[in-house]
Each structure stands twice: as structure tokens, then as C-alpha cells.
């Protein structure tokens, strides 16, 4: 997941870093004295031309930012103001639990396909009007509750507003908006890999196909594996725990993997350290977590000639499909990076050279 968005956002989302860019080269000055006498019609000219760019980015425009309703049911072609419910801190201080609600009245029937997972909102900053998208952890509940887990980054714009909001305060949102379509049975395994806050998505999914009701068949067995910089930054307790315990006593339809750069630092308040794989995900770890997976599997299914081969030969026959999810750099390692205009681009990295095509990888 990339902090400024890779998906196919709408063009308010997508003018707003050049925006930001354009403002800082206005006031930038580097010539000096006699130089500057020369320079100036070229400033000028400069000058005249950021400011015709900047009052046609800037003009309100329908094409560029959507109107805010109140009293329309909640949609991806307008704003929804929601309140703020609740904002707790998380072990890692760059990031919060956000909970956020919009009127029950204004929900969408919850059957409506746009609500089945992978699915995500675009909150607006309203003091410098641009948007990002951010993921349910949970989805929507009936009283119309969602709830995030959102970074701040030092110089980020949208999570240092939501980070600075208190309950009780308006924020506008728009969507659902679709990440990426889940079908089960599709694939025998999907394999998520995550850094950071990339985890968000994955978890909406294990929640809609698992968490939330354990007892469901499902077709497809899931492998997630996750990585953050240190334990503490690992997702807080309130993820991870639902996670884990899901892995503990369903090891046939979850495996979980946590990954840390580091072991510096305090412990995570749930994990224990000594069960954390220290090192970045590489392929020996995405291999190993195939194989214990392979090893889990039920001994009945093993014996008995249901459904698909046993063995190594029936792990050769699966249907895998690779989701991605974290930081540009981490996609690009263990994907390759994304192509132009959003695309997204060859695979490569190690699932290149691990021999997947592009209908195995999914970059989200
Ligand atoms: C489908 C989708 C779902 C997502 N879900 C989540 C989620 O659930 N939780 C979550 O936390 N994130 C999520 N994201 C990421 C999120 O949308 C934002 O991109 C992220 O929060 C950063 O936005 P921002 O406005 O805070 O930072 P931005 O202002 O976009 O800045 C992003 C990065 O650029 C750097 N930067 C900004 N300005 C400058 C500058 N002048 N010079 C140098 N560097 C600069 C910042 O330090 C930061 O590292 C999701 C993304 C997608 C595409």
C-alpha cells in the first residue's frame, strides 16, 4: 500500500501532491544579486503561469471534488460527514485505532456487493481539501461503524489531521470504494504479504472471511505474512490477537508469520519476541510458510481421496495467488514495482524469481 495511493483515484486525489509541490517552488529563491536583475522576467513569467495553474487546480470544479451530502445515503460520488467515536492510541506512537460512523439512515443495504472485502473510504482533509484512502479493519456495522488503523507520517498530510482530531468531530467521507474483488474458492491459498499498515486490507479480508464467523466454509486457506520495523510497531493487541488466535486453532485454514527488522526495543504487549522472525519476508520465508502450511494440513485430507491430490504434488497443483501490500520499496522487492499510470507493472522481485506470472500477483 503506498502512502500516496496507486490505485485508480479520482483526479481530486491525484492533483493534490503537484499542488503541494507547486507551492513550495513558488517561494524557493536561489539567485543572487545582479543575476536576479536578469532572472526577474523570467520569474515573473514563471510567476504568472503557476498562478493560472494554480486557480485552475485550485477553482472549484465537479470534475475534481465532490459535493457533500448530508442527508444521501452514503456513496463513492459524494461526501458523508462522519463523526468521530472514538481515537485510541496504539503501542506504536505513530499510529491509532480510529473509529469513525455515519448515520444508520445513511447506510447502503450491507448485502450490496461494494461492501464484500477488499474495500476501502477516502476521507478528506478539509484545511487543505485533498483525500486518501483508508481501510474498514471490520468493515461497516449496522449502527455504521468503522474502524482504522491509520500512520501519521512526519510529514504526511492526511494522517497528521485525522491523528490530531478529537471524538466528537466531523470528517467527511466518501466511498465504498473497491481494492480488490474476493471470491472464495477461486484460489486453494491466497498469500498476503504485508509491512506496516499494508496489513489494513488483509485484515478487512480475514475478518469478512474468517474472524467473523470461524465456524464458515471456506475453500481457500489463507498465509499471512506480516512484517513492521520493531515489535512495538507491530499492529496493536486488538489486531493481532483475533489473528493469532484464529492461526492457533484453525492452523488448516490461517497461518500467521510476523516479521521485524529489529528486535530493539520494548516488547509488543501480546507477542513475545522469541516467537518473531527477525529479518525482512525473502523467499526462504515465504517457502517455509507454504511448507509448514503444507504440513498442517488435516490428517484426514491427507489419507482420504477428498477433493484435490495430497502431498507435494497436490501443493504443485494449487491455485496460490501472491496479495502485496506495504510500503513502495518492500512491493517492489518482493513483487516488483508498479507500472506507469497506476498499473501494475511486471512481476518481479522474488516472486519474479520465485516463477510467478502475473495472474498469481496482485499488488495492492
Ligand atoms: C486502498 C488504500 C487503502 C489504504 N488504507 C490505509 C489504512 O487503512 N491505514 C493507513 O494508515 N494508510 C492507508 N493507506 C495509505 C493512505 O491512503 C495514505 O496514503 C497515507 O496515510 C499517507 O497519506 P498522508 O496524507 O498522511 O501523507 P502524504 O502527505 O501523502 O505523505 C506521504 C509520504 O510522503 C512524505 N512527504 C510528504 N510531503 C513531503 C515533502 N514535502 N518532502 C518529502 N517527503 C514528503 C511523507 O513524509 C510521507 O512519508 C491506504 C492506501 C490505499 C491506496
Redesign the pocket.
Known sequence: ???????QLPRVYLVSQPL?TAG?RLYSHTAEGASRKRIRPLVYGAFVTGAVAATYLLWPNESRSAPTYSNELLSPTHFTPATLVASEPCTDSETRLLTLAVPPYLLPSREELMFNPIW?IFVKDDDIQVE????PLEGIDDEGRMK?????????????WLHSKKVGDKIEIRGPLK?WPWQDGKWDEVVMISGG?GI??FYQLLHHTILQNPSRYLNTRFTLLHASRRPLELPPPQMLAPLLSSAQEHPERLNVVLHVDTLEGPEHPLVASSVLRVGRINQRAIESALEVDKRKESWWRSLLPIGAKAGPERQESKRILYLVCGPEPMIAAIAGPFGRDFSQGVVGGILGSMGCTKDQVYK?
Do not use: A, N, Q
Open positions: 500500500m503506498l502512502p500516496l495511493g496507486r490505485h503541494r513550495l476501502s486518501r484512502p483508508y481501510t482504522f488503523w491509520i500512520k501519521k507520517y512526519p510529514k504526511g498530510e492526511v494522517g497528521r481494492t499498515t489494513t486490507p495492492l
